[in-house]
């Protein structure tokens, strides 16, 4: 089997290093931001030779970049809005992603457009959908999907049961890609953290490091132990997203950059309430809507809403709720209720503000910025094109450090796990056989680790009680949560229920029923008293049940008291100017 020992970890270990020689020496680059961006800058430095270090306040992709659609487009909707270099920028992204960076967590979807007009509509969106393809086709590479076909609607219900007869005409199918959004930032930060980057959660920025004007590194908090410690490093990045504008006033380059933030809610519900074989995209009078194949479940959404309430736990209404309840259930012969949501997310998008007042409107591309000397701002962009926004930052330090930087080769390094996975999961039946697990585990295993599934592997033989699935999220095995600690960067029960699996979203218990089960697999490998468990599964708990009573509030405004009343497990602390 191929071997993931070359990967490095994220453990506790790893952690206070990276910490250590962060504070020992100057750096290159300080990458302030834990998300896709800040995670492919510090990827994309890396592996130019800078000495780099990333810090992220809470946890990994813990604010959007856990929260997306979970999708890798090229963004069909901007070609009516003419953005023909953005949607050919992004397809060649998304045909890198699934052929050659990351083909082991990047995979095809396939979408169901229901026509609902006879005579104009079709030749509309059929030769919109046919650019689309065409643009796909990046230098070099395939689309690395399928292409569009043209539906009838008997052919069309064939595929998609559950839609209402009578809600549409005929249909185009066409493919683009999903991946689990957090599960990529993470591997991202390993595959960074091999070429030597040094990665630290759970670490905030309080405070920026001056030589006159120039910015000179950044002053940071461990939110584990309360010390802090200064970062010297020769350029700083803010890779903050919606948070990028806070950043900036506190150093005085007011008016470079503007974002806003939109709210995009998503519901997750059974696979069995859609009876259908493929993904489902609508419009609605905003945006588009789209039900998308999730394993054992379906991700309805998105909503695209202005938001100026709390930034790190955006929350969700009844009003949203039923919003999209209310547009998917137009198409669907049997509606979905309340009662079949399993999960909610919300997220917020990080935009680039314009001359609209409609978040829907404003600018999905990027800005990179150079407000004071030594300082590197970027914000705006899609999950999608990470890689080339994370090329033009670091292009910008290159300019910043005034000496010769190689140029970027992020687009042919492929992401931990990635070598070797398509001969792994041809033999998936064979390790089977030699594990003693389902083979339908060593797919969900291969499918979320690559060739890093050796590691859980290794686990499992060191103690097989880790091969049993979690009680009462059987989809899960008891490695990986303990892979999760040792391995990947987990620091809080949290981070495991939420994004190294997603168990939060996928269960009608929401994570309360494997909390327990959950914490005492972590306790060991993070050093957990008993007292810390208990701490763990009470702070859990009550972000759940806050989450709840906040989704059955009319408005933004009353969501965002409730949630806002579950305690911090790690204190927020402001950010000092000084």
Same mark, same amino acid.
């Given at each position: 089997?191929a071997?993931?020992?070359?990967?490095?970890?994220?453990?506790?270990?790893?952690?206070?290093?990276?910490?250590?020689?962060?504070?020992?020496q100057? +750096? @290159?680059?300080?990458v302030?931001?834990?998300?896709?961006?800040?995670?492919?800058?510090?990827?994309?430095a890396?592996?130019? *030779?800078?000495?780099?270090?990333?810090?992220?306040?809470?946890?990994?992709?813990?604010?959007?970049?856990?929260?997306?659609?979970?999708?890798?487009?090229?963004?069909?909707?901007?070609?009516?809005?003419?953005?023909?270099?953005?949607?050919?920028?992004?397809?060649?992204?998304?045909?890198?992603?699934? $052929?050659?960076?990351?083909?082991?967590?990047?995979?095809?979807?396939?979408?169901?457009?229901?026509?609902?007009?006879?005579?104009?509509?079709?030749?509309?969106?059929?030769?919109?959908?046919m650019?689309?393809?065409?643009?796909?086709?990046?230098?070099?590479?395939?689309?690395?999907?399928?292409?569009?076909?043209?539906?009838s609607?008997?052919?069309?219900?064939? %595929?998609?049961?559950?839609?209402?007869?009578?809600?549409?005409?005929?249909?185009?199918?066409?493919w683009?890609? $999903?991946?689990?959004?957090?599960?990529?930032? &993470?591997?991202?930060?390993?595959?960074a953290?091999?070429?030597?980057?040094?990665?630290?959660?759970?670490?905030?920025?309080?405070?920026?490091?001056?030589?006159g004007?120039?910015?000179?590194?950044?002053?940071?908090?461990?939110?584990?132990s309360?010390?802090?410690?200064?970062?010297?490093?020769?350029?700083?990045?803010n890779?903050?997203?919606?948070?990028?504008?806070?950043?900036?006033?506190?150093v005085?380059?007011?008016?470079q950059?503007?974002?806003?933030?939109?709210?995009?809610?998503?519901?997750?519900v059974?696979?069995?309430?859609?009876?259908?074989?493929?993904?489902?995209?609508?419009?609605?009078?905003?945006?588009v %809507?789209?039900?998308?194949?999730?394993?054992?479940?379906?991700?309805v959404?998105?909503?695209?809403t202005?938001?100026?309430?709390?930034?790190?736990?955006?929350?969700?209404?009844?009003?949203?709720?039923?919003?999209l309840?209310?547009?998917?259930?137009?198409?669907?012969?049997?509606?979905?209720?309340?009662?079949?949501?399993?999960?909610?997310?919300? *997220?917020?998008?990080?935009?680039?503000s314009? =001359?609209?007042?409609?978040?829907?409107? +404003?600018?999905?591309?990027?800005?990179?910025?150079?407000?004071?000397?030594?300082?590197? &701002?970027?914000?705006?962009g899609?999950?999608?094109?990470?890689?080339?926004?994370?090329?033009?930052?670091?292009?910008?330090?290159?300019?910043?450090?005034?000496?010769?930087?190689?140029?970027?080769?992020?687009?042919?390094?492929?992401?931990?796990?990635?070598?070797?996975?398509?001969? +792994?999961?041809n033999?998936?039946?064979?390790?089977?056989?030699?594990?003693?697990?389902?083979?339908a585990r060593?797919?969900?295993?291969?499918?979320?680790?690559?060739?890093?599934?050796?590691?859980?592997?290794?686990?499992?033989?060191?103690?097989?009680?880790?091969?049993?699935?979690l009680?009462?999220?059987?989809?899960?095995?008891?490695?990986?949560?303990?892979?999760?600690?040792?391995?990947?960067g987990?620091?809080?029960?949290?981070?495991?229920?939420?994004?190294?699996?997603?168990?939060?979203?996928e269960?009608?218990?929401?994570? %309360?029923a494997?909390?327990?089960e959950?914490?005492?697999?972590m306790? =060991?490998? +993070?050093?957990w @008293?008993?007292? $810390?468990?208990?701490?763990?599964?009470?702070?859990?708990?009550?972000?759940?049940?806050? =989450?709840?009573?906040?989704?059955?509030?009319?408005?933004d405004?009353?969501?965002?008291?409730?949630?806002?009343?579950?305690?911090?497990?790690?204190?927020?602390? &402001?950010?000092?100017?000084?």
């Amino acid at each position: 089997m191929a071997s993931g020992r070359n990967a490095a970890r994220l453990g506790p270990a790893e952690r206070a290093e990276a910490l250590e020689r962060m504070t020992a020496q100057e +750096l @290159d680059v300080i990458v302030v931001g834990g998300g896709v961006v800040g995670a492919g800058i510090a990827l994309d430095a890396a592996t130019r *030779g800078l000495d780099v270090g990333l810090v992220e306040a809470r946890d990994f992709a813990s604010g959007t970049s856990s929260r997306s659609s979970k999708l890798i487009h090229g963004g069909l909707r901007y070609l009516e809005q003419l953005n023909f270099e953005l949607v050919r920028e992004a397809l060649r992204e998304r045909a890198l992603l699934l $052929q050659r960076i990351a083909p082991h967590l990047v995979r095809p979807v396939p979408f169901l457009f229901p026509l609902t007009h006879y005579g104009w509509e079709r030749p509309y969106v059929g030769a919109g959908v046919m650019l689309y393809d065409t643009l796909g086709f990046a230098s070099g590479l395939t689309r690395g999907v399928p292409g569009h076909r043209h539906l009838s609607r008997a052919r069309a219900l064939r %595929l998609a049961p559950a839609l209402k007869k009578s809600a549409f005409t005929g249909a185009i199918q066409y493919w683009d890609a $999903q991946v689990d959004d957090a599960r990529y930032v &993470m591997t991202m930060l390993r595959t960074a953290a091999t070429y030597g980057a040094r990665i630290a959660p759970r670490a905030q920025v309080v405070g920026f490091l001056r030589e006159g004007e120039r910015v000179t590194g950044v002053r940071v908090r461990d939110l584990e132990s309360g010390e802090e410690a200064e970062v010297r490093a020769r350029q700083v990045v803010n890779a903050t997203g919606v948070w990028t504008d806070d950043i900036q006033e506190l150093v005085g380059g007011r008016g470079q950059i503007h974002v806003r933030a939109s709210k995009g809610i998503h519901l997750v519900v059974p696979r069995d309430r859609i009876h259908s074989l493929t993904g489902i995209i609508l419009r609605t009078e905003k945006s588009v %809507l789209f039900v998308i194949p999730w394993g054992r479940h379906w991700i309805v959404g998105t909503t695209d809403t202005e938001w100026t309430l709390d930034k790190s736990h955006p929350a969700a209404s009844r009003l949203d709720i039923d919003y999209l309840l209310d547009h998917v259930n137009a198409v669907l012969s049997v509606p979905l209720t309340r009662d079949d949501v399993e999960g909610v997310y919300a *997220g917020l998008r990080p935009l680039l503000s314009g =001359e609209s007042d409609e978040t829907s409107k +404003l600018s999905r591309e990027h800005v990179v910025a150079h407000p004071v000397p030594g300082l590197v &701002m970027i914000a705006g962009g899609k999950y999608t094109t990470y890689r080339v926004m994370a090329q033009d930052a670091v292009d910008a330090v290159a300019h910043g450090l005034d000496q010769r930087v190689p140029r970027s080769c992020t687009d042919r390094i492929p992401l931990v796990g990635a070598e070797g996975y398509q001969a +792994l999961w041809n033999s998936r039946h064979r390790i089977a056989h030699s594990s003693g697990l389902h083979v339908a585990r060593i797919e969900h295993l291969l499918q979320r680790y690559g060739a890093l599934i050796d590691e859980v592997l290794e686990l499992i033989e060191g103690d097989p009680s880790l091969g049993r699935p979690l009680s009462g999220a059987d989809d899960y095995l008891r490695a990986e949560i303990v892979y999760a600690a040792t391995h990947e960067g987990a620091r809080h029960l949290n981070d495991v229920l939420t994004r190294r699996t997603r168990i939060s979203i996928e269960t009608f218990h929401r994570g %309360l029923a494997v909390a327990q089960e959950a914490a005492e697999l972590m306790a =060991e490998p +993070l050093g957990w @008293d008993g007292e $810390q468990v208990k701490r763990e599964v009470e702070y859990y708990t009550k972000r759940v049940e806050a =989450e709840r009573r906040s989704q059955e509030q009319d408005s933004d405004q009353g969501a965002d008291a409730i949630r806002l009343g579950a305690p911090e497990i790690v204190p927020v602390v &402001m950010p000092d100017p000084q």
